[in-house]
């Protein structure tokens, strides 16, 4: 099955996106996460019991509609055509830790890449009933039913700051350094939400602002915030003020160009030392 890339087919890819992380969504709140077993995979790292749900539900969804496109899940990797045009990457539980002890900072992504570009993307909260989602060109939050366009604001001065290695740059940049910088002391607030779920709050603009180290190309965990972040008008670079996977790596992503200046200048410092 073939599926042109015209508004309709893009606006039925992003309902679909928006479906299957609801329906992701749906399996994580129906395990209990104090006694959702473990499954670990070596190096600390662990999937439970509703992620693997999660993924069983979004990918039933995803292969029932779309046959023919491919799929790289974050547990259970690449399956379908591996040269297939249409790509979709499902991470059905991110904040795996949080969700672990109890913590419900956690989210549940997913994008459609089609020819190197995403096309669709959503991230539903499970605990709020909130999604965010878009077709590559708008933005919008979906609750109770109605939708709301995502409008970015730096009002909040909240910065999301993510310490989980790896760090590709440590050797010149460390996120956990701009908590000590004055200037950063004196003109945003430092959070560390530990789930994607907080890229797409650039968006909403309950954040002024993400900052992460790592290789982000095509990564299940960061692709569904990207696509929202871009849909809804934020800056986004890597680190260095460049565009996306095309230098050091990382990610700045702002609500405004005046605050992704700032947090530029601040990054700089430390590769300047």
């Not at 909260?125 to 909130?130: A, K, L, Q």
């Not at 060109?137 to 993510?162: I, K, Y």
């Not at 760090?167 to 560390?192: G, K, M, Q, S, W």
């Not at 790592?214 to 299940?220: I, Q, R």
């Amino acid at each position: 099955m073939t599926i042109m890339n015209t508004a309709d087919s893009r606006r039925q890819d992003a309902e679909l996106a928006r479906r299957a992380a609801e329906a992701g969504a749906e399996a994580v709140r129906a395990h209990a996460w104090a006694t959702a077993e473990r499954h670990h995979k070596g190096g600390g790292d662990f999937a439970t019991a509703a992620d693997l749900a999660a993924e069983a539900a979004i990918l039933d969804l995803l292969r029932a509609a779309r046959p023919d496109d491919a799929f790289t899940a974050e547990e259970s990797g690449r399956t379908g055509a591996a040269d297939a045009d249409r790509r979709w990457l499902v991470d059905p539980l991110c904040g795996t830790l949080n969700y672990a002890v109890g913590t419900h900072l956690v989210a549940v992504n997913m994008a459609l890449r089609d020819g190197g570009r995403t096309v669709a993307a959503a991230t539903a909260d499970p605990y709020t009933g909130e999604t965010y989602w878009t077709d590559g060109e708008r933005a919008h939050l979906r609750h109770d039913g109605r939708d709301t366009p995502l409008v970015p604001s730096a009002q909040s001065a909240l910065v999301d700051l993510n310490l989980d290695p790896p760090y590709p740059n440590a050797a010149a940049f460390r996120a956990a350094h701009l908590l000590t910088d004055p200037d950063f002391e004196a003109a945003f607030r430092p959070r560390v939400v530990s789930s994607t779920l907080a890229v797409a709050w650039v968006a909403a603009g309950r954040r002024a602002a993400y900052i992460t180290d790592g290789h982000l190309a095509d990564s299940v965990h960061f692709a569904a915030g990207l696509a929202l972040c871009e849909a809804a008008g934020c800056t986004v670079t890597d680190l260095r003020g460049k565009p996306l996977h095309s230098g050091e790596g990382g990610l700045l992503a702002a609500a405004d160009p005046d605050t992704h200046a700032r947090l530029l200048d601040l990054v700089d410092r430390q590769y300047r030392r």
